[in-house]
Nanobody, 126 residues
């Protein structure tokens, strides 16, 4: 009963930036605390965790490799999580997908995410 809609992807050149958005909606959000996580899946690879944020207080958790160039934030008033992607590289090319978890802390465990968006494509050319 949580719907997630990602936006902000696109085709950019190496060194450019993007800001992805994940808008969450649904009645569950009014009485349950959620974390929103970002995952990505490059062609021919498994889906991997990038970062997550707890909506009500902004607690964050990053994959080690992501923290240098990526930043997660949220607007609790609109139940929206953002992922700022800076200094993009071709290796960042992937479908970026938002997911929601009710775990008490943000997690990289994909099995703890109950709701998933459809993803937004990020393509970085060299």
């Amino acid at each position: 009963q949580v719907q997630l809609r990602e936006s902000g992807g696109g085709l950019v050149r190496a060194g450019d930036f993007l800001r992805l958005s994940c808008a969450a909606s649904g009645r569950q959000l009014t009485h349950t605390h959620y974390s929103l996580g970002w995952f990505r899946q490059a062609p021919g690879t498994d889906r991997v965790f990038v970062a997550a944020i707890r909506l009500h207080d902004g607690m964050t958790y990053y994959k080690h490799s992501a923290k240098d160039r990526f930043a997660i934030s949220r607007d609790n008033a609109t139940n929206t999580a953002f992922l700022q992607l800076d200094s993009l590289k071709p290796e960042d090319t992937a479908v970026y997908t938002c997911a929601a978890s009710t775990l008490n802390v943000p997690t990289e465990n994909i099995n703890r995410y109950e709701y998933w968006g459809q993803g937004t494509q990020v393509t970085v050319s060299s």
